[in-house]
């Protein structure tokens, strides 16, 4: 790292917190009514809504679960700067087409090429993984996690309120304008001194050869594992929390309301720990706060089970979400430091890949446990998982060099 970008890493990380935080809003404020716009599309096939509903999501993750390695290897090799414009103008070409589908099959194939395209949690991670110096990363990371999570917990609103008062059409109008603003501020207001790393261009230059040294280095392969079982958990209950609220409610009057009130909840407590426990975890040691906190969000999902109304529910969802702010960015963070500098798009390249196949299963396995033994037992499930993480995968991660103490941000 120049002493340039030193000097300039906070100017870099705010605006990419800005950029995040719009595309968040953007991206979450459609993913309430998909189903719903799905019905109202219609199908020019014999395949069901239902079946249409569900490929509408699954569609879209698998394809970035394929695309999103590659995208991070060029990132190393032609800037990371490029790849958050790419993400956020494709995606904003992407969702204005959305609102002129005329079935739902084209609404499909549509999302299947967003996976493709899009992108820009892991683009912007890079980014800032690249730019930010190391003894920071759990700060920029719980920060990114801030503006994730804050974009997640109100572009449901608005998006809801633009489709109630404008249709469905509106809400992908605002998110394409969102993307398009996120590209805007990060094309004229990063500036990236990007130089490829020396060592990509004396050695083979193939993605495959890049990757096996990537998995090579001590921390990366368990770093990964780690953030696919605890992305598997987090997205099981995405299915299920719908219908568990409902079983919940005698009066089912504002069954959307209180679903919403709920996973807002979550998101809210999870961005206002994550920097705190970013911060944190920069000064006594990454791992330090991620395994308690893994800990700490498997013990929260077992009384969830035995909740007798929606409020009970709020508090120890609540109480999850605080404990998933010491664990979201605190991987990044560990990822970032186990990494080898000017690789970071194709360490977050792979990140992205891991979660997006974390997001391609979890439904089903939450779907699959609910109906074998019970909505509840999805709970319980998603408690085991989180701590057989605790207590098997995160032990194997190797410790990083201590932190630098530093005087200021």
Known sequence: MTEAQRQSWH?????????????????????????????????STSLSLE???????????????????????LADRYGRKLMVERAAFGGAVLLLMMAYVRSAEQLVALRAIQGFVTGTLAASNALVAASVPRERTGYAMGLLQTALGTGVAVGPLIGGAAADAFGYRAAFYLTAA???????????????????????AETDSGFLSQW?????????????????????????????????????????THLNTVTGLVVGTA????????????????????RRILLPSVLLAGLSYFP????????QLLALQALMGVALGGVIPTISALLARYSQEGQEG?????????EAAARTVAPLAGAGIALQFGLPATFVGTGLLFLATGLLVVPRLPTPARPRQLSSD
């Open 267 to 286: 998101s809210a407590t999870t961005t206002l720990s994550a920097v705190w426990l970013g911060r944190l975890s920069d000064r006594i040691g990454h």
């Open 304 to 311: 969830q089970s035995l909740v007798t109304n929606p409020w």
């Open 346 to 354: 194709a360490v977050y390249g792979l990140d992205n890949s891991v």
């Open 11 to 43: 100017r870099t990380l705010y605006i990419v917190f800005f950029a995040q935080l719009m595309t968040a809003v953007g991206f979450s404020s459609i993913f309430p009514f998909l189903p719903l716009y799905v019905e109202s599309l219609g199908t």
């Open 178 to 200: 969102m993307l398009f603003l996120a590209g805007l501020l990060v094309l004229f207001g990063v500036k990236e001194e990007f130089v490829p790393l020396e060592a990509l």
């Open 51 to 73: 079946l249409l509903a569900g490929l509408v999501f699954s569609a879209q993750a698998f394809t970035m679960m394929l695309a999103s390695p590659f995208w991070g290897a």
């Open 212 to 252: 096996r040294r990537i998995l090579a280095r001590p921390g990366i392969a368990h770093g990964y594992s780690t953030r696919f079982l605890t992305s598997l958990g987090r997205m099981m209950l995405i299915p299920i929390a719908p219908l568990f609220i409902q079983s919940l409610m005698a009066d089912r």
